[in-house]
């Protein structure tokens, strides 16, 4: 398995701008998780889904941030418009949940947002 | 809701001392706890678990970690560091099932280690 794929790597764009940050997760995984990395305030869970549906939005900084899940295998976070307080890491993770225990988390490689 | 503390923002150790990396969590309950990794330019791996039973957990590449409910820690330890463990240790609690927001995954500040060799 390819495991968990995040597209850009690396994103580099002007204040102002919209940034779509994409993720693949694990074929047959049914949880999906966005977390933000800085340095100030470490690993920061944004958003998750469940089967396709946003279960818990209550860490999305901002109106400006935005996620979609229109199917088990692809995801989108979305900034409009973006501002270099937004700089960071964005981490992609998934995992097959079934209710009765947590199963492991995996973890793409991040894309490396830089908002000028 | 839970919440985790990694007191200790960096620690350097020479290549073959021993390791602890201090972690503690407030969770109303028995939480789920873990142990990540992040090399440079990668994603998080997963070090060991801890979900029930043997309060002593054993992870991958040598690391171990015990959960002390008495202390609320859930300190990682290694007996012999490599050059190889350079990188940011994350720990994190997680609900259990039937919990409000279960899935949900808190992470500490992690811990930036260097092995001086």
């Known amino acids: 398995d390819a495991g968990v794929i995040q597209s850009p790597r690396h994103e580099v764009t002007e204040m102002g701008q919209e940034v779509t940050l994409r993720c693949k997760p694990i074929?047959?995984?049914?949880?999906l998780f966005w977390y933000r990395q800085t340095m100030m305030r470490g690993l920061e869970l944004l958003i998750y889904?469940?089967?396709?549906?946003?279960?818990?939005d209550s860490g999305m900084p901002e109106d400006r941030f935005s996620a979609k899940m229109p199917n088990a295998s692809f995801s989108t976070l979305k900034i409009q418009p973006s501002e270099p307080r937004d700089s960071a890491v964005y981490f992609c993770a998934s995992r097959m949940s079934t209710g009765l225990s947590n199963e492991k988390l995996f973890f793409g490689s991040g894309t490396q947002l830089s908002v000028l | 809701a839970q919440s985790v503390t990694q007191p200790d923002i960096h620690i350097t150790v020479s290549e073959g001392a021993s390791l602890e990396l201090r972690c503690n969590y407030s969770?109303?309950?028995?939480?789920?706890l873990f142990w990540y990794v992040q090399s440079p330019g990668q994603g998080l791996q997963l070090l060991l678990k801890?979900?029930?039973?043997?309060?002593l957990v054993q992870g991958i590449k040598g690391f171990e970690a015990e959960f002390k409910r008495s202390q609320s820690s859930f300190n990682l330890r290694k007996p012999s560091v490599h050059w190889s463990d350079a990188a940011e240790y994350f720990c994190a609690v997680g609900v259990r099932p039937g919990g409000t927001s279960y899935g949900k995954l808190t992470f500490g500040q992690g811990t930036i280690l260097t092995v001086h060799p």
């Open positions: 969770y109303g309950a028995t939480p789920y």
């Open positions: 801890y979900f029930s039973g043997d309060t």
């Open positions: 889904f469940n089967n396709n549906v946003p279960i818990d």
């Open positions: 074929s047959g995984h049914n949880s």
